[in-house]
């Protein structure tokens, strides 16, 4: 017969408890995409109305993955700021620029790509899509190509 003594009850919990751990904690972001947050947070505005307390949310999806931590907020300040025409205007939803410069190294070639794209009549939702970063893996190589 097998007994329970503290001792395993303790051994059980403990790795029961890095288990769930594991599986709940958030995603810690990267030093670039922390300093990142930090060049955004209380300095650029989201909206039209000077707010610049953003939702933590927000912030997460624009730095995601950059690796020049002011160019994601450098990309969504020029784009709010009627720098970017999107067809007839130069207004934009503040989610349209959070998709379009999320995780962006270079805010000016994320720009330009997405104007380029406009200019050749492609729909701006479709140019998003087109220019926001794409990464893909090479596991036999251990590269990876930005396209």
Same mark, same amino acid.
Request: aromatic share 6%; with cysteine.
């Given at each position: 017969?097998? +007994?329970? !003594? ?10 029961? $408890? ?8 958030? *995603? #810690?972001? !990267?030093?670039?995409?922390?300093? &990142? ?14 707010? =610049? ?11 995601? $993955? =950059? +690796? ?27 989610? !349209?620029? #959070? %998709?379009? &410069?999320? $995780? ?6 994320? #720009? =330009? &790509?997405?104007?380029? %794209? ?7 939702? /479709?140019?998003?899509?087109? &220019?926001?970063?794409? *990464?893909?893996?090479?596991?036999? !190589?251990?590269? *990876?190509?930005? /396209?």
């Amino acid at each position: 017969m097998y +007994t329970i !003594n503290k001792k395993n009850a303790l051994k059980t919990i403990s790795v029961l $408890g890095l288990v769930a751990a594991a599986y709940t904690s958030p *995603v #810690i972001a !990267n030093e670039h995409e922390l300093d &990142c947050a930090k060049h955004i947070q209380d300095k650029i505005t989201w909206d039209s109305n000077g707010h =610049t307390q953003w939702e933590q949310t927000n912030i997460n999806k624009l730095c995601q $993955g =950059t +690796t020049k931590p002011k160019e994601p907020g450098e990309c969504f300040n020029k784009v709010m700021t009627g720098h970017v025409k999107w067809g007839d205007s130069d207004k934009w939803q503040w989610e !349209n620029a #959070i %998709r379009l &410069c999320a $995780g962006t190294s270079d805010s000016d070639q994320t #720009i =330009t &790509c997405f104007q380029n %794209r406009v200019h050749a009549d492609t729909s701006w939702q /479709e140019a998003i899509l087109q &220019c926001q970063l794409k *990464v893909s893996s090479d596991k036999k !190589n251990n590269t *990876v190509k930005m /396209e």
